[in-house]
């Protein structure tokens, strides 16, 4: 029924709906019941801060109220109207949204209750306006009895009157009935006393219209006191209404909030319920996936990382019974393996041939560009040497008369003559061309004048005991100059002359670079080249001392790089530091003596200088501190000398030979576990790196298994590493480094010859 993934897919299609939606008919359910709770209680929340409100603004109206019935302000009665309205908008505005029956009900009835307290008010600012003028009439009153009783002069009044001023004094003080009752006795007495014929008749008048005012106050009085108490009878009833409200809020909040905890109780029922029921139809779908999809899909991937990583073989194992598309798919992946399987190794082949033209073509147009620059540079200075040559010819010729005739002149002229100081500064200006000359000679390439052996170290030191030096470090006392040189560096062939004017040049451009405090770093060390060096200079394989001269100083850009050895190019200002021809001349004496020069700069950095000389084997003479020949010579021992370079094996051949070894040479490890085969060796002369083979390490390896205690010694132009390192654990009796003297690889193999006898 379900075979293909398409029925499969609506079947789960079918759960997974059936489930979600069983899952979302309970949320909204409950959902809808949690938003009916929360409105209501909202509602409930809202009630109670507005009961809040209206409860601080009727406190607010109390205080007013008293304010306005003392007419202490002016504002009272606008402040008391806009906060009466400002209670009966609010009021309405609560039975507009309250939906509690109970609750509108006593809303209307504040309502109610604050119209009439509204009107109880009203009343009473009348009343106490009403009461205010009585009493301004009854002290006009007053007054006038007072003014006719002294006006008439009558003793017998003054008693009385004073009495009637007291009680109305204290009636005005507090209007209760016995002070009216009290006030009406001294009243009648002053009236009976007034009523004497010799009283004035004005008197009697006022004593009535007094007394009849002082009822009227009073009776005024006894309605204040009336509508008084009405005012807080409301008062109590606004409140008390205020106060039912608040707690029929909280209850009725209460009561929405266990409500609502129900309904909360009931939804995490109803929800890990649903939870288990939808996990239980998750789990049927991830088996029902996980067994016909995923399964074999991981399948189909495993297959396909298998053949990623290069096992064509790999197949994915579908069952004919099954036919769904996954294993059709399967199956089709597997026939296209098949044929994927055959085409591989086809194109494999072809990869291959691609990849080494490819590489050799590749090889080609990079050594093609160095060489076309490097050609170029080299024709840019053999023109310019050309042209330097004719013009120090023609120069020469013309020099010789300033030179030579200053010379004569000042062998006859008198120490005294005023033209002897001129025609010396003549001479000494001669002189310096004649030197600029020969600089140019030396670009020329026509300036060697002698071949013979010298040593690089010795020029060093002699340059470095010269007056010129001296001078040099006088005028730049602050910088200082490091030495480093090898004491068994080996001698070279050429001219000392322009070699040592080589080594001026350099150190002097060098201390020149510097402004400021600085540092120049002279050094020199044989050095094995057994790979070609790609740089300023393509270094060739071979044995060279090596002279480097470094500086912290400004360094050479980039754009002036290719520039620095041409004639008179230069950034110092002309004629105030040499000729401009330094640096052209070091490359004409390097270029001499069939040597090598590399730049290593960037502006701001510093300089360094390398210079590679050739070595010769010749010596100057037979040191008095070195041994004697025969106390490193053989006795007729084989040496099998393992060497990549074939004139590293002429060169070790020589020496040995010359020693008294047979010598037998092979250009690999490979031929050289071959020949121990064919014959033993009294030891080995292992050369450490020999691409694209094995290394001298894994050659002395194979050699041991052949002949357990195989004596040998190690030849490199490297430095020791941990492969030199391990291979003399293996027993390699010493570690030589190249280029090196007759003398050292003597006692290098006399050392493992006997390391062997011991």
Excluded: C
């Excluded at 309405?92 to 809303?107: A, E, R, Y």
């Excluded at 209007?175 to 009976?192: E, I, M, R, T």
């Amino acid at each position: 029924m379900f075979r293909s993934i398409n029925s499969k897919f609506y079947l789960i299609a079918f759960l997974l709906t059936l489930s979600f939606g069983f899952g979302y008919a309970i949320l909204a359910y409950f959902q809808l019941q949690q938003q009916l709770s929360s409105r209501l209680a909202q509602e409930a929340i809202v009630l109670e801060r507005d009961i809040s409100t209206l409860t601080e603004l009727f406190s607010e109206i109390r205080f007013w109220e008293k304010v306005l019935l003392t007419q202490n302000d002016a504002d009272a009665d606008i402040r008391f109207g806009k906060l009466t309205e400002d209670i009966s908008h609010r009021l309405k505005l609560l039975q507009q949204n309250n939906s509690d029956p109970v609750t509108d009900l006593t809303l209307k009835q504040i309502a109610s209750h604050m119209e009439n307290y509204g009107s109880a008010v009203s009343h009473l600012i009348q009343l106490k306006t009403q009461q205010r003028l009585q009493a301004a009439q009854m002290e006009t009153s007053y007054r006038s009895m007072v003014s006719v009783i002294l006006a008439t002069n009558n003793i017998d009044l003054y008693k009385p009157l004073f009495n009637f001023t007291h009680f109305f004094l204290n009636y005005q003080t507090a209007k209760d009935f016995p002070k009216y009752q009290a006030l009406k006795l001294v009243g009648n007495a002053l009236g009976s006393a007034a009523s004497s014929p010799a009283s004035d008749s004005r008197l009697g008048n006022y004593m009535k219209t007094f007394d009849n005012l002082l009822n009227e106050n009073f009776q005024t009085e006894l309605d204040i006191t009336e509508r008084n108490h009405k005012v807080e009878e409301l008062n109590q009833v606004i409140r008390a209404s205020f106060g039912q409200i608040s707690i029929s809020s909280e209850q009725r909040l209460a009561g929405i909030m266990q409500e609502s905890e129900k309904i909360r109780l009931n939804l995490q029922h109803l929800f890990t319920l649903s939870s288990f029921l939808g996990i239980l139809v998750l789990l049927i779908i991830l088996a029902i996936i996980s067994r016909n999809i995923i399964l074999p899909i991981r399948s189909i991937a495993r297959v396909m990382q298998q053949v990623k990583s290069g096992e064509l073989q790999a197949r994915f194992a579908s069952s004919k019974e099954s036919k769904d598309e996954i294993h059709q798919f399967g199956r089709a992946f597997n026939e296209m393996l098949d044929t994927l399987e055959d085409n591989n190794l086809t194109l494999i082949q072809y990869q291959q041939q691609l990849e080494q033209k490819i590489n050799e073509l590749s090889e080609r147009e990079q050594e093609s560009r160095q060489l076309a620059a490097q050609l170029q540079r080299v024709e840019k200075m053999e023109a310019i040497g050309t042209l330097a040559g004719g013009v120090a010819h023609d120069l020469n010729n013309i020099l010789s008369g300033i030179v030579s005739y200053p010379e004569l002149l000042l062998l006859d002229m008198p120490k005294e003559s005023p033209y002897r100081k001129s025609i010396e500064i003549i001479q000494q200006s001669g002189q310096k061309a004649a030197s600029i000359v020969q600089d140019l000679l030396t670009l020329a390439r026509r300036g060697v004048p002698v071949w013979e052996v010298t040593n690089l170290n010795r020029l060093v030191e002699e340059y470095l005991a010269s007056p010129v030096y001296t001078k040099l470090t006088d005028h730049n006392p602050e910088i200082s100059i490091d030495l480093h040189l090898q004491s068994d560096l080996f001698n070279i062939k050429g001219s000392p002359v322009h070699l040592a004017k080589t080594i001026m040049n350099l150190i002097s451009n060098a201390v020149e670079s510097i402004k400021g405090p600085g540092k120049v770093i002279i050094r020199t060390e044989n050095r094995y080249i057994s790979l070609p060096i790609v740089g300023y200079d393509n270094v060739k394989q071979g044995d060279y001392a090596v002279l480097s001269v470094a500086d912290t100083g400004s360094g050479i850009g980039a754009a002036d790089m290719d520039k620095i050895f041409e004639p008179f190019f230069t950034r110092k200002v002309m004629g105030t530091s040499g000729s401009g021809l330094g640096l052209a001349v070091v490359w004409g004496t390097v270029k001499d003596h069939q040597g090598y020069i590399d730049v290593q700069s960037s502006a701001g950095k510093g300089t360094t200088f390398t210079l590679y000389f050739p070595i010769t084997r010749e010596e100057f003479e037979v040191s008095e501190d070195a041994p004697p020949l025969e106390t490193y010579m053989g006795h007729g021992e084989s040496v099998l000398v393992v060497d990549d370079v074939e004139s590293q094996r002429k060169i070790a051949s020589a020496m040995l030979t010359k020693l008294g070894y047979r010598v037998t040479t092979v250009a690999s490890g490979e031929e050289a576990i071959l020949q121990l085969q064919r014959e033993p060796a009294d030891i080995l002369i292992l050369d450490m790196l020999m691409p694209p083979g094995i290394d001298g390490l894994e050659t002395y390896r194979q050699a041991l298994e052949l002949y357990p205690g195989q004596p040998a010694i190690i030849a490199s132009g490297y430095s020791e590493t941990e492969r030199v390192r391990k291979t003399q654990k293996l027993g390699a009796a010493m570690y030589i480094k190249k280029p090196y003297s007759i003398e050292q690889i003597g006692l290098a193999v006399q050392a493992g010859l006997q390391q062997k006898n011991n």
